[in-house]
């Protein structure tokens, strides 16, 4: 699934400007504890959490995720969004919930990472 698909799936907007939509997307994950996620992380993910601060960035940055998923129509600032353009991390907002994000993910044939 590219992320324009994931975006059609869940109704997602793209906050991060200029940034391709046409990367794979690999595998799904939520979770909103940053060294949770930093030690699942893996290259490819769509990561859905509620934080929106620059370390979000960093870890989707380290880990070159494909995409951050925010739920619940949740904004992120300017700065954080930024850094994310610069570093070419897709950040998407959608009205939908992380517990329905993640079912149509799942139901779209998006795994969770493996192990």
Same mark, same amino acid.
């Given at each position: 699934? *590219?992320? &324009?698909?994931? !975006?059609?799936?869940?109704?997602?907007?793209? +906050?991060? =400007?200029?940034?391709?939509?046409?990367?794979?997307?690999?595998?799904?994950?939520?979770?909103?504890?940053?060294?949770?996620?930093?030690?699942?992380?893996?290259?490819?993910?769509?990561?859905? *959490?509620? &934080?929106?601060? !620059?370390?979000?960035?960093?870890?989707?940055? +380290?880990? =070159?995720?494909?995409?951050?998923?925010?739920?619940?129509?949740?904004?992120?600032?300017?700065?954080?969004?930024?850094?994310?353009?610069?570093?070419?991390?897709?950040?998407?907002?959608?009205?939908?919930?992380?517990?329905?994000?993640?079912?149509?993910?799942?139901?779209?044939?998006?795994?969770?990472?493996?192990?």
């Amino acid at each position: 699934m *590219t992320i &324009q698909q994931l !975006m059609d799936l869940t109704t997602s907007r793209q +906050l991060t =400007e200029g940034n391709p939509t046409g990367r794979e997307v690999t595998c799904g994950f939520v979770c909103d504890l940053l060294s949770w996620a930093m030690a699942r992380g893996r290259q490819g993910m769509a990561w859905i *959490t509620v &934080q929106t601060h !620059m370390n979000v960035v960093a870890v989707a940055t +380290l880990h =070159e995720m494909a995409c951050v998923i925010l739920p619940d129509g949740i904004q992120m600032e300017e700065a954080p969004l930024k850094k994310a353009g610069e570093e070419g991390v897709i950040v998407l907002s959608s009205q939908l919930s992380a517990y329905e994000l993640c079912g149509r993910l799942y139901g779209a044939g998006l795994t969770g990472p493996p192990e």
